[in-house]
């Protein structure tokens, strides 16, 4: 049997393990002169025109986002249900309530039409995510805050280098955050990086990123140690000169896919839109866990499922919404199959994905 071909490969290279090594060597571990150049690095690369500041993880940037907007007990937050938990989660951390919308059909993105019917008295803020790292409808969905008197904060985890109108995702809300986890579009081990448009709002993330302290000892707010170590940092560092010509090859391969497969629903991309793929999701409206099964076993092609349970039938959210007023994310939940487009592919990857994928949809209509 052919090689298997995996649905994600992180890559990591000589340039990282030497800018680890040299971190290591310098004996300044936590965060420090790396993390600060990342920080500035990160905005610049994407074209943020605002400040980043760098944490542990992408969900704890969002926590502490979201609490430095004021988000606090029994607000509502308006999140997508199709989406993977950590969005959720941290709205409920908070002791916000995650008030579950639909997505669209042609994006799996959070639906404009549903956000605005899911509004009330007590929603303070709508939080899009850029599934797949294509970018959520961000014109109707900032109108709608305007509208409303509403905060926007974007989860961009997936959406490294993805734009709308030639606006970067990142730079539309009051903060937005880009997730660095191994398998994300780039890495820095374990990482999240947050876009912040306010200057208090970053004092405040700073401030709770750190046990409340801008002056040692002097705390002013109850924090959290959620720090970038200077470790990880000098891994993302590197990973920023890389990540260009990695989005490039998975444009590249998402169109081969694109052109090339028959019998299931591709991607589509709209108007305006960069799409950087960090998966590449087709629908299967029938069968989906058989087909995605036969692929591994007949083909040894991975596939992935993002996501197959909608949070609003996860145990912590049970009950707060109804599968028949979430049509759109029970369908998507059943039908999507993330296909491997990473940037480590080859041309014969590419045959063998497309060769599969068409001869299991047809066996299968
Ligand atoms: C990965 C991810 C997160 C969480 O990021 P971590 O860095 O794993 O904490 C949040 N939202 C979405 C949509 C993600 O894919």
């Excluded at 709002?201 to 750190?210: K, P, Q, S, T």
């Excluded at 369908?331 to 041309?347: D, G, I, T």
């Amino acid at each position: 049997m052919n090689e298997f071909i995996p649905p994600a490969k992180p890559l990591i290279g000589d340039e990282e393990r030497a800018a680890v090594d040299r971190v290591l060597r310098s004996g300044m571990l936590a965060q420090g002169p790396e993390v600060k150049a990342f920080e500035e690095e990160f905005s610049e690369h994407f074209n943020l025109g605002r400040a980043c500041v760098a944490v542990n993880s992408g969900t704890s940037g969002q926590h502490l986002g979201l609490l430095s907007s004021g988000v606090k007990a029994g607000d509502e937050v308006i999140v997508p249900s199709f989406t993977f938990a950590a969005t959720c989660n941290s709205v409920a951390l908070t002791g916000a309530v995650p008030v579950f919308a639909d997505i669209d059909a042609d994006d799996f993105c959070i639906s404009p039409a549903a956000i605005e019917a899911a509004i009330t008295e007590r929603t303070v803020g709508i939080m899009p995510v850029h599934l797949y790292g294509h970018p959520a409808k961000m014109n109707q969905i900032m109108a709608i805050a305007d509208k409303h008197g509403l905060q926007v904060y974007e989860d961009a985890a997936q959406a490294h280098g993805a734009s709308l109108g030639g606006t970067p995702v990142g730079a539309f809300g009051t903060f937005a955050m880009f997730s660095l986890y191994p398998t994300k579009n780039m890495t820095s081990g374990e990482g999240g990086m947050v876009s912040v448009a306010d200057a208090e709002v970053e004092r405040l993330m700073r401030l709770y990123r750190n046990q409340g302290m801008e002056k040692q000892y002097h705390n002013e707010v109850v924090g959290f140690n959620t720090r970038m170590t200077d470790i990880h940092a000098a891994i993302g560092r590197v990973q920023l000169t890389k990540v260009g010509a990695w989005t490039k090859a998975r444009q590249d391969n998402a169109a081969f896919l694109t052109a090339n497969l028959e019998g299931v629903t591709t991607p589509p991309v709209a108007e305006g839109a960069v799409h950087v793929y960090h998966q590449y999701t087709v629908r299967i409206p029938e069968g989906r866990d058989g087909f995605a099964a036969a692929l591994k076993e007949q083909y040894n092609v991975g596939s992935g499922m993002f996501y197959p349970v909608p949070n609003h039938q996860l145990k912590p959210f049970a009950g707060t919404a109804n599968d028949a007023d979430l049509p759109e994310t029970m369908k998507a939940a059943a039908e999507c199959l993330s296909l491997p487009v990473h940037p480590s592919l080859s041309q014969g990857d590419l045959e063998r994905i497309v060769e599969a994928v068409n001869a299991l949809a047809k066996a299968g209509a």
